[in-house]
């Protein structure tokens, strides 16, 4: 038996399916790490290899980043966290919205299903509204509205001038669905007709600009200008899902469009590598969270919101993600996703690479997908994508499951040419299944 083994004999007597979080379940058991340096991760049993999940994208330097390590460890003598505030918040929340011109106030969170949910609930207290409006099978955490049809298949999801609002859990309030508007990706036509059904009702409409689930394409100008100005029109908000895309670009993907959201929700890599999430807009809107008004809108707290220790690393890593360093990593991406597309030319076989900034997305279809629709994985593509990430895994190489990458600056070409030649093995061990 391996190390890993008998920890998940041990682990499944504890934890749910043995594990605390389902996406790092593998079959027949996941792997357990010994520790992670740069760009690789070494596994109880001593195997070594590239990691391009990043802790499912919210490591921008890596492991062990050592201005992370040297500023955390001094904070950590000081004390991980107080019932006051400290001067780590104050410094970070400068930096961000010193970098995003969207950004007058920010407030911290713990987490990107936290940042998001604070977010549609800003968005309800400022306008009055109940309804959200949000992008079909578009992922943005756990909270129920924000969940709603994330899942969505071709059994539930309904017409698609009308899509469903499906449930993610069994059980969930049909309140809840009542009050989330599903809306196409990228489809200007066919959203303004579903959004005009609900002129008076939507607090706000949730994007992610590059939305993993529903194929890691980005957002067109158009679909945004379109949303943005039905939001002008009907006194609703335009709200952007940053937890991922905040890596994209220096003020994150909302720097790639010509219209700012009202709010931003982040997470993963302003955490440094530790638990974080964050809400940023205007000064009008973020008011509702201001205890100095003699309303509070939105009363709102966090034990461990802004705790030093996040705030610091959060700091170290943004810090060294600057202008310079974002440039080089998106650059790094470009030469990824040519590569790969020419080794999937090489090979001959029906695939793709999408994404933006500094992840990507290899699909088992001829053509990049357009919506989630066309990005949906059935049970045929599914056993071919965990074919190809376990002989990735054995072979050096870890993926996020839906067989994405994303970098850290952590790596280089070398890193690169290694993924890519895997992949091509691995698509040329795929092909005769695929015809
Ligand atoms: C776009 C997006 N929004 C929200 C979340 C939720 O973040 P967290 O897992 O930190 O709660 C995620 C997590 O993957 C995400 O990708």
Not at 245 to 260: K, L, M
Request: charged share 20%.
């Amino acid at each position: 038996m391996s190390k890993s083994e008998r920890l998940f004999e041990k682990a499944l007597k504890v934890l749910p399916g043995g594990v605390s979080r389902n996406t790092i379940f593998r079959k027949p058991h996941p792997f357990y790490a010994e520790k992670g340096q740069g760009c690789y991760v070494t596994d109880l049993e001593g195997v070594t290899r590239i990691d391009f999940a990043n802790n499912m994208a919210s490591l921008i330097h890596g492991h062990a980043y050592p201005g992370i390590v040297d500023s955390v460890t001094k904070q950590l003598a000081k004390g991980s966290c107080f019932t006051m505030a400290t001067e780590s918040e104050v410094d970070y929340a400068e930096l961000l919205c010193e970098r995003v011109p969207s950004f007058d106030k920010i407030r911290f969170v713990n987490s990107g299903t936290e940042a998001v949910m604070a977010m549609l609930k800003a968005s309800r207290a400022y306008t009055g509204k109940a309804k959200i409006a949000k992008v079909e099978g578009a992922y943005h955490g756990a909270y129920d509205y924000a969940e709603v049809s994330q899942t969505a298949n071709p059994n539930n999801w309904g017409d698609i001038d009308k899509p469903n609002s499906s449930p993610v859990a069994v059980g969930t309030p049909t309140k809840a669905l009542e009050d989330v508007v599903v809306i196409p990706f990228n489809d200007v036509e066919r959203a303004i007709k579903i959004l005009d059904q609900h002129k008076d009702d939507l607090a706000c409409i949730l994007v992610d600009l590059l939305p993993h689930r529903v194929g890691l394409i980005p957002a067109s100008n158009a679909f945004i200008n379109a949303l943005h100005k039905w939001t002008r029109e009907h006194k609703s908000l335009l709200v952007f899902d940053e937890v991922i895309t905040f890596r994209t670009n220096y003020s994150g993907a909302q720097q790639n469009y010509d219209v700012s959201p009202d709010l931003t929700a982040m997470g993963k890599i302003i955490g440094g590598g530790f638990p974080a999430g964050a809400l940023a807009g205007s000064d009008k809107i973020m008011k509702v969270l201001d205890p100095t008004e003699p309303k509070v809108l939105l009363p709102h707290s966090g034990t461990f919101s802004a705790n030093p220790i996040t705030m610091t690393a959060g700091l170290a890593a943004m810090k060294d993600f600057d202008q310079a360093a974002v440039t080089k990593l998106n650059k790094l991406a470009i030469y990824a996703k040519e590569s790969i597309t020419q080794a999937i030319a090489d090979v001959g076989i029906n695939a793709c690479v999408t994404g933006a900034g500094s992840m990507f997305r290899i699909h088992l279809k001829a053509q990049p997908p357009k919506n989630y629709r066309e990005a949906y994985v059935d049970k045929t593509q599914s056993a071919l994508i965990t074919k190809l990430l376990d002989h990735l895994f054995n072979n050096g190489v870890m993926l996020i499951n839906t067989c994405s990458a994303t970098l850290s600056t952590a790596m280089g070409k070398k890193e690169i040419d290694h993924l890519v030649s895997t992949l091509k093995d691995g698509f040329e061990m795929l092909k005769p299944e695929m015809t």
